[in-house]
């Protein structure tokens, strides 16, 4: 159900044009990167811990700030340039500070408080899921468990299962004494669990075109400001991959980034970049239609007043940075291992991936199609309750409530279920993140080219997963907890319920049990050979004449690819702020 726009104090109405001369100061107040993209194909994410503290602090921020931090307003005077000349945008950066920054720099508790107690965010009935509504004032460290990163139960240790645990649940087991080697931590993992008196206070983000310059700029960041108080903990690069349409690509080899909520006019300029500003319309046509699954989000749901700015009506916006290895061997013998269990032959073989996902390679939803290339790859105008964008039943959108096109497991089922699911009016959409990660890691082969098993990468690859929000817990934290690792959260078999069941089993890409991974805290998935309810090729919304009698679901555990390798929750506070002293 579409959601009638509210308007907060002092935010605007999306889609929001960036240059209207009203639109200005707000957006020469907000970092850049947060209401789109930047764009850049690589990126220097360094973490910091301050050594310094209160006002000689803040005067670093600000140092720092000047020097590095790209406006919302110039980011949009950038992309206007390349899009009509081609010219690319300068070094762009964000500084995010986590919240042992505000407490170094001396805030006080009751503007931390009124700040950031996520309180008024909570959905009602989701207080004994997130007692703590306050996830940013304790870190990601501390909702560890709830969210799966390491374990809440060590008791359930199945000693077959412990090489292949995430390194994180090894420390566990290592602390707890039950098993004796010490595993091997990354910079970034010791920070998040604040081993050798480490910790991040704050993460500089660098992005370029240009891989030299943008690690030459990284390497005088940190030459200049390690002497005036910074102590750089980790630095993770990001690499984006590109499949053959210059697509970007994540490591299992599937066009990543197509589904995200659009806050700006220019998100709807299509085409090269030297094109001239196109209405949307145009955009529609070349991109899909928006009337059954509407991108256009209202800026409540990533946008949060920034009040310790001395500038009245500054934003900001809360940032989730989780650094996620992929093992893409494992992944892809399980895509096989899945196809043989089905019985899939030719093309066919290609949806156990796509059941996985809910999406083929190329971006076709399964929902749509049960090939890929059958529709344009990028369309995201679906739902999965035969109803369109206002919550209307329409018979042009394909009504999968019993789950026989896209799994309940899929990745982009899981995260967007595109319906209410009964938390009240809007219940889902108001939980949608803003997407901004980057792949890492080299590769002998790119995704799409062809691979032997040999070129397959079991580990030191994966996405740097970050995105922005207005509220942490009702967002990624709920996402992640109660959608991706709940084994019974599948939304309605039948319209206009819940429809919980204990078999549906965690998100296949980023479900995590808070026993421990491989104890038996993943149970199996369902998955049928047959699509729709049918053998058959069609992209027709057919549920209406199911036939069943041959849809028996193959029960086969899909999960534990993506290892969670360290991260922590930032905000990413106004300009104002940042370079107030
Ligand atoms: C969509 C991959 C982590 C939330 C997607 C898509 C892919 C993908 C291939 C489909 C393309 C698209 O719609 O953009 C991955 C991989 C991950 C990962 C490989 C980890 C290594 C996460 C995490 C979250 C998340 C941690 C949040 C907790 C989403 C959302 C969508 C999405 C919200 C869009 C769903 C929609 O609107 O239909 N992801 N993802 N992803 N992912 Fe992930």
């Not at 500070?97 to 996520?118: P, Q, R």
């Not at 030459?223 to 993770?236: P, R, S």
């Not at 799994?407 to 219940?427: L, S, Y």
Request: aromatic share 10%; charged share 25%; net charge neutral.
């Amino acid at each position: 159900m579409t959601k009638k726009q509210t308007k907060p104090a002092g935010l605007p109405f999306s889609p929001l044009d960036p240059f209207a001369p009203q639109n200005k100061a707000m957006l020469e107040n907000l970092q850049g990167n947060i209401l789109q993209g930047h764009g850049r194909n690589f990126s220097a994410n360094i973490f910091i811990q301050f050594s310094i503290t209160g006002k000689q602090l803040k005067d670093l921020i600000s140092k720092i700030s000047v020097q590095y931090v790209t406006s919302a307003f110039q980011q949009a005077e950038e992309s206007k340039y390349f899009k009509r000349f081609g010219i690319p945008g300068s070094l762009f950066g964000n500084f995010f500070l986590a919240a042992t920054a505000y407490n170094k720099m001396g805030v006080g508790k009751d503007l931390m408080s009124a700040m950031f107690k996520d309180q008024d965010n909570v959905p009602p009935g989701a207080e004994k899921i997130f007692p703590q509504s306050d996830s940013f004032l304790k870190g990601m460290t501390a909702l560890g468990a709830d969210l799966g990163d390491i374990p809440a139960d060590l008791s359930a240790v199945d000693p077959a299962a412990i090489a292949s645990l995430p390194a994180l649940q090894k420390w566990k087991l290592f602390e707890k004494k039950v098993i004796t080697e010490e595993p091997e931590l990354e910079p970034l993992e010791k920070a998040y669990l604040k081993l050798d008196g480490l910790q991040i206070d704050a993460m500089l983000l660098l992005a370029d075109d240009s891989e030299p310059y943008l690690l030459r700029e990284t390497r005088s960041f940190v030459t200049e400001f390690e002497k005036l108080g910074i102590q750089v903990v980790a630095i993770e690069l990001g690499k984006a991959l590109r499949n053959n349409e210059g697509e970007g690509i994540e490591h299992f080899g599937y066009v990543d980034g197509r589904s995200q909520p659009l806050y700006l006019t220019t998100d709807f300029e299509m085409g090269n970049p030297r094109k001239e500003r196109i209405n949307e319309k145009a955009f529609r046509k070349e991109s899909g239609d928006i009337d059954l699954w509407d991108p256009k989000a209202p800026l409540e749901i990533l946008l949060k007043e920034d009040l310790a700015s001395n500038v009245p009506g500054s934003f900001g916006s809360y940032f989730v940075f989780r650094k996620l290895e992929q093992d893409v061997l494992r992944f892809s013998m399980a895509e096989q291992n899945l196809a043989d269990k089905l019985k899939l032959t030719g093309k066919d073989r290609e949806r156990a991936g796509a059941m996985a996902v809910g999406r083929f390679r190329d971006g076709t939803p399964l929902v749509l199609s049960s090939t890929d290339g059958f529709l344009p790859g990028k369309d995201n105008n679906f739902r999965y309750d035969g109803r369109d964008a206002s919550g209307n039943p329409n018979p042009r959108s394909v009504d999968d409530s019993l789950g026989l096109k896209c799994p309940f497991q899929a990745h982009i089922r899981k995260t967007n279920p595109r319906q209410n699911v009964g938390e009240g009016e809007d219940g889902d959409q108001s939980r949608r993140i803003t997407r901004r990660g980057i792949p890492y890691g080299e590769r002998i082969k790119n995704p799409n080219a062809f691979q032997a098993l040999d070129d397959l990468p079991t580990g030191g690859v994966g996405l740097l997963f970050a995105c922005f929000q207005s509220s942490i817990v009702k967002q990624f934290s709920f996402m992640q907890k109660t959608w991706a690792n709940n084994t019974g959260f599948k939304v309605s078999s039948a319209p206009g319920q819940d429809g919980s069941s204990p078999e549906t089993g965690i998100d296949t890409l980023i479900g995590q049990s808070s026993q421990l991974s491989g104890a038996g805290g993943n149970p199996d998935h369902n998955w049928r050979k047959e699509y729709g309810g049918h053998h058959g090729h069609t992209s027709l919304p057919d549920v209406g004449n199911l036939d069943l009698s041959h849809s028996h679901p193959t029960r086969f555990n899909f999960s534990n690819f993506v290892k969670f390798r360290g991260g922590e929750f930032f905000f990413a506070p106004s300009i104002p702020f940042l370079t107030q002293s």
